[in-house]
């Protein structure tokens, strides 16, 4: 009986232990995310520009094929996709022409989920919700997505975007 009794003691102490254990972990993943999130908010608070976009698209318009955009943005492109994010949750993005004309600002709001960044904004009269998972970067970051970019119903399209940060002129 006394075996059973220190069995069940060391139990009861084991199962103790491992909750503490548990929640210590618990804890500290949270404590880690929120310093993650804060640190990928402080980073995005800048301004971009993108210098590659591929977008995956295999129901193309509900078809059966699959159609790929990718640009480099290396030779002459005919417009630049740029963007700034400001630290009270608003951003803009636009586009610059061959002749350095700013072109189509998009405004709207982002924040920061995990490491995921979570935008809303409104185009050519479409409010677009797209949480792109982002990867810093030398340069900048990437962003990938899945979202629904020709517009079929499907949130089957890939889009992997890179950028790099740049200093606007005001």
């Known amino acids: 009986m006394t075996d059973s ?25 949270v404590f880690v995310s ?11 608070t800048k301004s971009w520009q993108t210098d590659y976009i591929k977008i995956e698209m295999p129901t193309y318009r509900s078809s059966d094929s699959t159609y790929v955009f990718e640009d480099d943005f290396k030779n002459n492109p005919p ?13 803009v993005a636009w586009y610059l022409d061959p ?22 904004y409104e185009y050519n009269g479409r409010v677009s919700k797209v949480s792109y998972h982002i990867k810093k970067t030398e340069e900048g970051f990437e962003g990938t997505s899945k979202y629904d970019w020709d517009e ?19």
């Open 5 to 29: 009794l220190c069995s069940f003691k060391y139990l009861v102490t084991l199962n103790n232990t491992m909750k503490k254990i548990a929640f210590i972990l618990l804890f500290g993943i």
């Open 34 to 44: 929120c310093n993650q999130e804060k640190a990928l908010q402080e980073y995005m």
């Open 79 to 91: 417009r630049i996709a740029q963007s700034q994010y400001k630290s009270d949750g608003t951003f």
């Open 99 to 120: 002749s350095g004309n700013r072109l189509g600002d998009a405004p709207g709001t982002w924040k920061i989920k995990g490491d995921s960044l979570m935008i809303e």
């Open 152 to 170: 079929d119903g499907e949130n089957d399209d890939l889009l992997i975007m890179k950028t790099k940060q740049i200093e606007l002129k005001e």
